[in-house]
Nanobody
Framework: QVQLVESGGGLVQPGGSLRLTCAASGSIFSINAMAWYRQAPGKQRELVAAITSGGTTNYADSVKGRFTISRDNAKNTVYLQMNSLKPDDTAVYYC??????????????WGQGTQVTISS
């Protein structure tokens, strides 16, 4: 009933920028917290940034000051602006939304991920 689709990934040189987009669709009653995670080969999936329904944000120390998470509630969309990208930022980035669908309980939904590669 609910789907999240990420877009905006790609290959960027160190120091470059990307903006990731996650669009939620389906029978959505409300969207609570949303977050971006990433997973590099051989590593655990880690939280990159999160934003509450009220707009409060949290960031991993490794991206703080470089990444910005934002949301457009009218569009059911969350963004991740990534600046000053480093090779260590290379990973598959996943969107997670805590969402209540119509006539259903609240649960977490995940997108399928978008690849971000930072290389010169």
């Amino acid at each position: 009933q609910v789907q999240l689709v990420e877009s905006g990934g790609g290959l960027v040189q160190p120091g470059g920028s990307l903006r990731l987009t996650c669009a939620a669709s389906g029978s959505i009653f409300s969207i609570n917290a949303m977050a971006w995670y990433r997973q590099a080969p051989g590593k655990q999936r880690e939280l990159v940034a999160a934003i509450t329904s009220g707009g409060t944000t949290n960031y991993a120390d490794s991206v703080k000051g470089r990444f910005t998470i934002s949301r457009d509630n009218a569009k059911n969309t969350v963004y991740l602006q990534m600046n000053s990208l480093k090779p260590d930022d290379t990973a598959v980035y996943y969107c997670k939304g805590t969402i209540q669908a119509w006539n259903r309980g609240t649960k977490d939904y995940w997108g399928q991920g978008t690849q971000v590669t930072i290389s010169s």
